[in-house]
C-alpha cells in the first residue's frame, strides 16, 4: 500500500511570505492541508514597485509565525513531515534566502528531506494540484517579470513558445 506524502511548503521568493502543508494521499490525490499567505503589497505602494531590502526584512519579521499557524492549521508536528520545499529561485535573493534557509534549517532539525523549487515550474505545476489538471495543457504564466507561454508535456518537460 502506498504512504501518505506531507511537505511543508514555504514561499518567498518576492512580496508575499507564504507556508502551506500539502499532502499527496495513498492515491495519489492532493490535498492542501492549510496554505497561510502574508502579502506585503500595501507596504510597497508607497515606492511605487517591490523594495527588495524592505521585503527580505519583512519575511524575516513573519515567516516564522507563519510556518507556525500553516502548521497549527493542518494539526501536525514538524515529525509527522516527510520533506520541507521553499522556492529555491527566481526571486529576489533577500527573500530567497530568508526562505531557503528557514526551511532547511527546519530540515535539518527534524532529520527531514529538503527540496528546492523553480519558482515557475511551481506556477507550472499548480493546476495540477488546486484543479487536478493532469499534463499535457498550455500555460500563460504571468508571475513578476516572468512571461511565459509554455507547454507543460510532463513534470519536468517544458516547451516554451513566448517569453518577456
Do not use: W
Not at 10 to 18: K, L, P, Q, W
Not at 55 to 62: C, D, K, M, N, S
Not at 104 to 128: C, Q, R, W, Y
Not at 132 to 147: D, E, I, K, M, R
Amino acid at each position: 500500500m502506498a504512504k501518505c506524502l506531507t511537505v511543508l511548503g514555504i514561499e518567498s521568493s518576492c512580496d508575499e511570505t507564504a507556508a502551506a502543508v500539502v499532502r499527496l494521499d495513498t492515491q495519489g490525490q492532493p490535498q492542501t492541508l492549510s496554505n497561510i499567505v502574508l502579502s506585503q503589497t500595501a507596504d510597497h505602494a508607497i515606492y511605487g514597485g517591490v523594495v527588495p531590502e524592505l521585503a527580505a526584512r519583512a519575511h524575516i519579521t513573519h515567516i516564522d509565525h507563519l510556518v507556525k499557524q500553516a502548521m497549527d492549521d493542518a494539526n501536525l508536528h514538524f515529525k509527522e513531515l516527510d520533506g520541507v520545499a521553499a522556492t529555491a529561485g527566481p526571486g529576489l535573493v533577500g527573500g530567497l534566502l530568508v526562505g531557503m534557509m528557514t526551511a532547511k534549517s527546519i530540515a535539518m532539525a527534524h532529520d527531514l528531506k529538503f527540496l528546492g523549487v523553480n519558482h515557475l515550474e511551481g506556477h507550472a505545476l499548480t493546476p495540477g494540484l488546486t484543479e487536478g489538471l493532469a499534463p499535457p495543457y498550455l500555460l500563460l504564466l504571468v508571475s513578476g517579470g516572468h512571461t511565459q507561454i509554455v507547454s507543460v508535456d510532463d513534470i519536468g518537460k517544458y516547451k516554451r513558445f513566448g517569453t518577456t
